[in-house]
């Protein structure tokens, strides 16, 4: 099954920017749907941003305009752009196909955005 390694993440401050990346192995990311997902404190993991076999992209509300999502198939990776970030986009980040494979998950990267 297809497995995922999750990078990039730190601590910016409120406007800042991080680039996350996401390198699968054990299959080819072509073969899946795949998005960002993220856990902010307290709260439960939910999708933010996902690009379909087709790059059809859609984004949660409250990053659109903010973050990108983008795929190369070629290198096995997915990133995650984030742009003007803000403390609430403080969370453990992590990348899945869509719908999630349970046996997929990665440990994750953490982001925090102080203000």
């Known amino acids: 099954q297809v497995q995922f390694v999750e990078s990039g993440g730190g601590s910016v401050q409120a406007g800042g920017s991080l680039t996350l990346s996401c390198v699968a192995s054990?299959?080819?990311?072509?073969?899946?749907?795949i998005a960002w997902y993220r856990r902010a404190p307290g709260k439960q993991r939910d999708m933010v941003a996902t690009?379909?076999?087709?790059?059809?992209?859609h984004y949660e509300g409250s990053v659109r305009g903010r973050f990108t999502i983008s795929r190369d198939n070629a290198k096995n990776t997915v990133y995650l752009q984030m742009d003007s970030l803000r403390p609430e986009d403080t969370a453990v980040y992590f990348c899945?196909?869509?719908?999630?494979?349970?046996?997929?998950w990665g440990q994750g990267t953490q982001v925090t955005v102080s203000s």
């Open positions: 054990r299959d080819s990311i072509s073969r899946y749907n």
């Open positions: 899945n196909t869509n719908p999630a494979l349970n046996g997929a």
């Open positions: 690009v379909n076999r087709w790059d059809n992209i």
